[in-house]
């Protein structure tokens, strides 16, 4: 029997996966979450073989990478099968870096979903068909002679920017003017395909992009 505990914001979302999994054989629902808070707090209390989990979630403990890190440390014998709505795929081949190996686009839809369950229970890679098709026009785009580069200024931008460095600190800081900082940290931004802040805190966590701003 795999034990599941499931988690997401949304609460439609929450018992549509929990009425696609409660008619597979072998698999059982043994708790849920709405936030990332309620599921650190349920996994202290109930035993499961695999989370299923929204990428994005509301909670005190953050969500996104940073609580999927969280959960590897944690619970590093408990597999982790992320279900999400993202077309980034530079944040999904993060969430692979970062050890994740079965990731399903909800678009994908429910049927497949006990197929990546299984998956992640015996320790496979699985990516739902939206998310492969995503990775693979991206992959083929970012070759070895075609990634995107960053300069050595706009690395150092976003280094110290995710740092928590202001525009304005870091203009001061290197003596340039806050339009030119701001133009760095744009053009970097959209060269990792990179839409806002909350990807870029997201993406430097798992590819080193921290730098003391002091």
Do not use: W
């Amino acid at each position: 029997m795999i034990r599941l505990l499931i988690a997401d914001d949304h609460p439609l979302v929450l018992n549509g996966i929990r009425q696609g999994i409660q008619g597979e054989h072998g698999m059982k629902v043994v708790g849920q979450a709405t936030s990332s808070t309620a599921l650190m707090r349920a996994l202290e209390t109930t035993e499961c073989d695999v989370i299923v989990t929204d990428y994005s979630m509301p909670g005190e403990v953050g969500d996104g990478l940073l609580m999927l890190q969280l959960l590897r440390r944690r619970y590093p014998r408990t597999r982790i099968v992320v279900v999400t709505m993202l077309d980034n795929p530079a944040l999904i081949a993060s969430m692979q870096k970062a050890g994740v190996g079965v990731i399903y686009s909800k678009a994908d839809g429910p049927e497949l979903l006990p197929e990546a369950i299984r998956a992640a229970h015996s320790g496979r890679d699985y990516l739902s068909p939206l998310i492969c098709q995503l990775l693979k026009a991206y992959r083929a785009t970012a070759t070895s002679e075609t990634r995107p580069r960053l300069s050595k200024r706009e690395l150092e931008v976003l280094r110290q920017y995710a740092g928590g460095a202001s525009i304005s600190e870091i203009a001061r800081i290197h003596n340039r003017s806050t339009k030119t900082i701001s133009a760095q940290k744009s053009v970097a931004m959209r060269k990792l395909g990179l839409a806002n802040d909350y990807e870029l805190f997201q993406y430097a966590s798992t590819h080193g992009l921290v730098a003391d701003a002091k």
